[in-house]
């Protein structure tokens, strides 16, 4: 079975396993015969001239010639480089007949052995521990089996009962990972092609041209056109259905403003809305562009016309009633500002204001703290919706304590009116 290498992923444990080899009480464990050792000693003795003699004798050099005489060796990524430039090539001769490494031995160095043996099957990849994946797993095993002098390879491995036959199966049998070009044309690229085809015969779009990346991409271009070509296919059929989505759904606003509008003039008829203004209703206002949100009725009044007296006007009069009743209006307003005779609204309850959800949820802006609560006298024509919900009010509104508390309450029963 020999040459021999123990894949194992921790280089902890190739420590352990060749000491383990090495220790007396192990036997007379030696794979090396005696004109192989005197070989192993002679190429480490000549590989060691180019350190000083004190380097010479550091206690992981001298252990490291008894084990190699043994046949035995490790090789990790903590070693010494001149320590792994020596482990391979002894290992390359025939000398180490047994040799304890972790997975980048495997990679790129054209070294195989006879058998291949898996200490484990799990390795910490710098975030959890895994099992290996099948290109991993093909990656090491094919060291098994040297081309020319042996007719097959073995590999063992070596698990517990914790590996299921289907990890099992996933591993041995999987595919492998495909093999993707990571060729990216940056600056620094460039300027390195531009040093390597200087003087040659070949210029910089040849190189790109023949590059594995260009290879992949020609090879990727028919998949590529048949799925745009499905995509727009798919996107034209959208876009038909779209557009009826789209005008049904312009229709559909058309006739809910004009639902709306509807309502809003119904509402502003005296002969309606009076019998529902009661003090404690709920209502929208909503000036020109201003909205207001809603606010709080406290009681309702009508102005005397000029036309009051004369009966010749009373056609007239009757069109233009409603803006002759002033109902008083508990609105929220931005804080401090009625006190300079410009109240600015700060409204309460819209749908389509993103600030009024969180002001409905108690956000800043709709919040006691920002908000005002201002007696402010509102004519009929500017109320546009209609609350079914009434509130009840204090017997006196003059102190702040007793309108801020009113606030807060408008708050909760707009929050229960909109869920619904």
Avoid at 300 to 308: A, G, H, L, N, Q
Wanted: net charge negative.
């Amino acid at each position: 079975m020999e040459p021999l290498i123990v894949f194992s992923f921790s280089r902890r444990d190739c420590e352990a396993y060749s000491l383990a080899c090495a220790n007396p009480d192990m036997g007379d464990l030696c794979f090396a015969n005696a004109d192989e050792a005197q070989a192993i000693e002679e190429v480490y003795n000549n590989m060691l001239q180019v350190l000083s003699n004190e380097d010479r004798q550091l206690p992981a050099l001298q252990h490291m010639v008894r084990m190699l005489k043994r046949g035995i060796g490790v090789h990790h990524s903590g070693l010494l480089p001149i320590l792994k430039e020596l482990i391979e090539i002894l290992f390359q001769e025939g000398l180490i007949k047994v040799l304890f490494t972790t997975e980048t031995f495997a990679m790129g160095l054209n070294m195989p052995a006879r058998t291949v043996v898996f200490s484990s099957l799990k390795k910490f990849d710098g975030q959890t521990e895994r099992y290996i994946g099948s290109g991993e797993y093909i990656q090491m095993s094919g060291r098994a089996g040297r081309r020319g002098k042996d007719d097959h390879g073995t590999v063992i491995v070596c698990v517990d009962e914790t590996l299921d036959s289907d990890t099992c199966k996933g591993i041995v049998q999987g595919k492998p990972s495909p093999l993707l070009s990571s060729f990216r044309l940056s600056y620094y690229t460039l300027l390195n092609l531009m040093k390597r085809v200087e003087g040659g015969t070949h210029d910089l779009e040849y190189v790109i041209a023949n590059s594995f990346q260009q290879f992949q991409q020609e090879q990727a271009m028919p998949k590529m056109e048949a799925d745009l070509k499905e995509i727009e296919q798919q996107s034209a059929a959208l876009q038909v259905e779209g557009q009826a989505a789209i005008d049904e759904y312009k229709q559909l606003r058309g006739q809910l403003a004009d639902a709306e509008r509807l309502i809003a003039l119904a509402i502003q008829q005296p002969d309606r809305a009076l019998n529902f203004l009661r003090p404690g209703r709920l209502i929208r206002v909503q000036e020109a562009q201003d909205d207001w949100g809603w606010g709080i009725v406290v009681s309702v009044m009508r102005k005397r016309s000029p036309t009051d007296h004369n009966d010749s006007n009373n056609a007239a009069a009757e069109t233009n009633a409603a803006a002759f009743y002033i109902i008083d209006t508990l609105l929220p307003c931005q804080a401090g500002t009625w006190r300079d005779g410009h109240a600015r609204p700060c409204p309460m309850g819209l749908r389509s204001s993103k600030d009024s959800s969180s002001k409905q949820n108690g956000g800043s802006n709709g919040g006691s703290q920002d908000a005002d609560m201002i007696v402010m006298p509102v004519a009929l024509p500017l109320v546009v919706q209609m609350s079914s919900l009434r509130v009840g009010l204090p017997d006196d509104l003059r102190p702040v304590e007793a309108r801020q508390s009113l606030l807060l309450t408008l708050q909760v029963n707009l929050s229960s009116l909109l869920s619904k």
